[in-house]
Every structure is written in C-alpha cells, then in structure tokens.
C-alpha cells in the first residue's frame, strides 16, 4: 500500500524556518518525481515544488522561489521542504504528493500544518 | 502565474448532470493536454479524478468525465450523487513548468 507520511509542521515566527519530511512507502520511491502541494486554512489548493526521481529537475511557486528548497533521499524514500524566510502567507496544510504522469498527483500524504505568527 | 478560473459554487440534485469549466490561457490549459482534476473533502487529501484532459485513474467512476476545448477545460459529472458532494479543483501544466491550480469549486448536492 502507498503511504505519504509529512512531518515537521508546527508553529513558527515570521522570517523564522521550518523543515518538513515526507517519508514514502509501498513503491520504488527513487522512480517517481514528487511535489509539494500546500492550502492555506479555508483556501484552495497552490502548487509550491515538485523534484525529479534523480534531482535533476527541480521547480518552484514564484511565490517561494528563493526561500523553499525541496529535495530527497532516495536511500531514506523521504522528500523535504526547508522552508526560510516565513511569512504569515505560507501559513497552510502541506501535503507531499507522487507524481503519476506528468503533474498528475495520484498518492497524496495527510498533510502538516505550519502556522506562520508572533 | 494566475490560478485558473473555475466557479466559486454549484449545485444540483441527485441523478443529475452537470459541467464544472476551468479557464486558463494558451500557456497553461491551450498548449497542453495536462489538464487534472481533484476532489477533495473536508478535512481530506485531494483525490486524483481526472488526468491528461480525459482519463481517469482506476477506480474512478465512470461518471466522472473530462473535456477540453481551446482555454477552456471541463469535468462532468452525471447521474450526481450525494457523496460527489466536495470541492474540485482542475490544475494544468503550464510553459514556465510549473503547476497551476484553479481557485476550487464547491459542489453542493441537493
């Protein structure tokens, strides 16, 4: 069975950072890109990064360029997000997601809350 | 990159059939056939429906349909049940290779 498993969520101050892992299980990590995928309380869904299966290919939001970096461990099957520079605006439920085709996200986590605020 | 426009809401009651529209430009949904669709529940990861316009992922009911006509990108749903009830969202691949997801629509079965 596919699981997506996020940790590292939890309350943090503006300009603060936070590191979220998402431990993978059930497949050959290692043969699928993976994303991050965040929804502010109420809100819709934003796309903030996706990485390749080898790390070749990474992307990002315009609204984290600069600030997130993604990256993974195919030894460990986990995917992380280093977050830095937080804004109260990051403050959302992010979810880690397998990439099935091509942007397509057919295995999502249960999601970790960060909040953003003094 | 702008989000995709769906509508805020709809409705519609049990057995019926209806279209949810996903507006996007020809950098996003015009010049790629990787359109998708999610539904989400409260409280609940999204759910994969939809994927490269018009396919849908094993298990998905065959109820559920997707289309795409120029900028535009459609999910159809028929014969409406009550635990379609959920938000949908479409989202595309777009030029700058990144996603873009739409701002979400809320079904509300009657």
């Known amino acids: 069975e596919v699981q997506l498993v996020e940790s590292g969520g939890g309350l943090v101050k503006p300009g603060g950072s936070l590191r979220l892992s998402c431990a993978a299980s059930g497949f050959t990590f290692s043969s699928y890109s993976m994303n991050w995928v965040r929804q502010a309380p109420g809100k819709g869904l934003e796309w903030v990064s996706s990485i390749s299966s080898d790390s070749n290919y990474i992307y990002y939001a315009n609204s984290v360029k600069g600030r997130f970096t993604i990256s993974r461990d195919n030894a460990k099957n986990s995917l992380f997000l280093q977050m830095n520079s937080l804004r109260a605006e990051d403050t959302a439920v992010y979810f880690c997601?397998?990439?099935?085709?091509?942007?397509?996200?057919?295995?999502w986590g249960q999601g970790t809350l960060v909040t953003v605020s003094s | 990159q702008s989000a995709l426009t769906q509508p805020a809401s709809v409705s519609g009651s049990p057995g019926q059939s209806f279209t949810i529209s996903c507006t996007g430009t020809s950098s996003d949904i015009g010049g790629y056939n990787y359109v998708s669709w999610y539904q989400q529940h409260p409280g609940k990861a999204p759910k994969l429906i939809i994927y490269?316009?018009?396919n849908r992922p094993s298990g998905v009911p065959h109820r559920f349909f997707g289309s795409k006509s120029g900028n535009t990108a459609s999910l159809t749903i028929s014969g409406l049940q009550a635990e379609d009830e959920a938000d949908y969202y479409c989202a595309s691949f777009t030029s700058s290779n990144i996603l873009v997801f739409g701002g979400g629509t809320k079904l509300t079965v009657l």
């Open positions: 490269e316009v018009t």
């Open positions: 997601a397998r990439e099935a085709y091509n942007y397509d996200f057919d295995y």
